[in-house]
């Protein structure tokens, strides 16, 4: 059974910087494709940054295009969200999810998804 655990998540000024883990066992990186999503209390769950099987395909969510970077390490089996110049409305529990297909990631469906690591951005 596949398994992946977020780790990274803390509280940060405005303008700061986190970089968030997924540690994946269970599958393989050359096979599945990750996105990292995002939910606060009251809001819908938003996608935020995917990469695909290959490593070279990536997607950013419109929000944070320029401030995140989404990378992935195979030998590790890891996958990293670096979040640069961080705002209030970043905050939120960030997940990380698994699929083999792009198509359904980008739409918010994963077979399997963490648990979540909490982000609080303060002003």
């Known amino acids: 059974q596949a398994q992946l655990v977020e780790s990274g998540g803390d509280l940060v000024q405005a303008g700061g910087s986190l970089r968030l883990s997924c540690t994946i066992s269970?599958?393989?990186?050359?096979?599945?494709?990750i996105c990292w999503f995002r939910q606060s209390p009251g809001k819908e769950r938003e996608g935020v940054s995917c990469?695909?099987?290959?490593?070279?395909?990536?997607h950013y969510a419109d929000s944070v295009k320029g401030r995140f970077a989404i990378s992935r390490d195979s030998a590790k089996n890891q996958v990293y969200l670096q979040m640069n110049s961080l705002k209030p409305e970043d905050s939120g529990k960030y997940y990380c999810?698994?699929?083999?297909?792009?198509?359904?990631?980008?739409?918010?469906?994963?077979?399997?998804w963490g648990q979540g690591t909490q982000v609080t951005v303060s002003a």
């Open positions: 269970g599958l393989s990186l050359a096979d599945y494709s």
């Open positions: 999810a698994a699929d083999r297909t792009w198509a359904r990631l980008l739409r918010g469906q994963a077979t399997y």
């Open positions: 990469v695909g099987w290959g490593g070279y395909s990536t």
